[in-house]
Structures are given as structure tokens and as C-alpha cells.
């Protein structure tokens, strides 16, 4: 993944260190190996980049369990298993914690396997993402006193973030990468403060089950916004 062109350059995720390498925002390892081209990528540097590969380790196994896209299923066939037996600490973990919920899909209650999902973990790497695609689209650094964090909404709170993305003014953008693998719609605002706010949906939308009502499940959009860390910090307690 070493690439000239990013070294030296300051790291999209920490601000401060050089770069050492490119890294893809979205690891290919998320997406089939047909569709893998052209993913987005910012410069890194070797802590960033270790760290970030841990987070990717434990999302590429786990997030197909959940997604509702074909390419999950293929995934989860074919290249999860083998990801997992590499992992026998992360298998196991997955294998202890495994339960049963109820989703709703084509109008009817239907029962499905649930995993334990460790949404620190998930907010941790989203985050990370969340300022890749600053940089890669907006070409906005955060500065001292901006921060990023996750946000995995609830259906209220999502039709919040509807109406922020429609207004006349936010002009948003809209990408989609391997066969619709990860879609994301993005925008900037400079006033009242600058941000950058991200909608993103991995393998369709996944589907996510409070911890605290472990018999209902939804689909779930992610939600990363970027800014000033006291608003960040409120949106996301939100």
C-alpha cells in the first residue's frame, strides 16, 4: 500500500506526523477483489496506519454478518471464514457472544443470528474515516480544538440528519464504491463553525441491535461528523 506520492505529507488522521505510506479510507479487504479499483485513499503515517489496521482486522470479519448487500454474502462466504481462522481470539469472542434477534424485513418478523458488536471499536475506525474523507474531498485538516466522532442513529435522529442534507444550501455530494459496497453523502459547512458531516451506509446498511433490547434489531445508517470538538462531542452524546 506504500505510495511516493503521500510521503512526507501530513498524516489525514493525526495532523502532526508525516505520512509513511497511502491508505485506503475504506480497506479493499471490505470490498470484493472484482471491485476493489479506484478506492479513495489519504496519506498516513505508521502509528495511524498500524492502529487503523487493527480496527479494519475486526470490522472486515464482523460487518458482513450484518450487512444487507449481495457482496456481504459473498464476503462472508468466502473470505470471512479465513480471516477468522487467523483470528482465533476474535472467533471465539464472535462464537460466545452469538444470540438470536428479530428483524423486520418484507413486511413480516423474521429471527436471525446476532454477534456481539463492539461499536467503541466501530466508532473508533469510523471517526478515522470521517477525517480521510475530509481531507480527500474537502481538503480540510482539523486543526486544535476540531475533532471527529461516530454516531449510529436512531430512526428520530436520522430524520434529523434528513433535513440538514436537504436544506437548499448544503449542496452535498454523493459517492458510491465497489458495486455499492460503501455509499456515503457528505457535506461542508462553514458557518456558523466549519464541519464536514458524513452519511455512510457499508453493505447496504447494517443491521445493529441495541444492547439494551437484544431481541429487535434495525438497519442503520452511520453518521461521522467533523469540527469543533465541543459540538462533535454533543452530537454524538446526542
Known amino acids: 500500500m506504500s505510495s511516493k506520492r503521500f510521503r512526507g505529507k501530513p498524516c489525514a488522521y493525526c495532523f502532526k506526523n508525516p505520512a509513511t505510506t497511502g491508505d485506503h479510507i475504506f480497506a479493499r479487504e471490505f470490498f470484493l477483489p472484482s471491485v476493489r479499483a479506484n478506492l479513495p485513499q489519504v496519506p498516513a503515517c505508521e502509528a495511524c496506519n498500524n492502529l487503523k489496521s487493527q480496527l479494519e482486522h475486526y470490522l472486515t470479519a464482523l460487518l458482513p454478518f450484518g450487512g444487507r448487500h449481495a457482496d456481504a454474502s459473498v464476503n462472508l462466504n468466502d473470505h470471512v471464514p479465513r480471516r477468522l481462522q487467523r483470528n482465533q481470539k476474535l472467533y471465539k469472542e464472535l462464537d460466545a457472544g452469538r444470540g438470536n434477534a428479530w428483524t423486520f424485513e418484507k413486511d413480516t418478523w423474521q429471527k436471525t443470528m446476532s454477534l456481539p458488536f463492539d461499536a467503541k471499536r466501530a ?14 474531498h474537502f481538503d480540510l ?18 430524520a434529523m440528519y434528513d433535513h440538514l442534507f436537504q436544506h437548499p444550501e448544503s449542496n452535498p455530494i454523493h459517492h458510491a464504491l465497489g458495486n455499492d459496497t460503501v455509499t456515503y453523502t457528505g457535506l461542508m459547512r462553514e458557518h456558523p463553525r466549519l464541519e464536514t458531516i458524513w452519511r455512510l451506509r457499508v453493505y447496504g446498511g447494517l443491521m445493529l441491535a441495541d444492547s439494551t433490547d437484544k431481541d429487535s434489531a434495525s438497519s ?10 465541543d ?6 452524546e446526542m
Open 220 to 229: 442503520s445508517e452511520i453518521i461521522v461528523v467533523t469540527g469543533n470538538q
Open 231 to 236: 459540538l462533535v462531542k454533543m452530537l454524538v
Open 123 to 136: 466508532a473508533q475506525f469510523f471517526a478515522m474515516v470521517g477525517r480521510g474523507l475530509a481531507l480527500h
Open 141 to 158: 485538516y482539523l486543526n486544535e480544538g476540531q475533532a471527529s466522532g461516530t454516531i449510529f442513529p436512531s430512526a428520530k435522529l436520522s
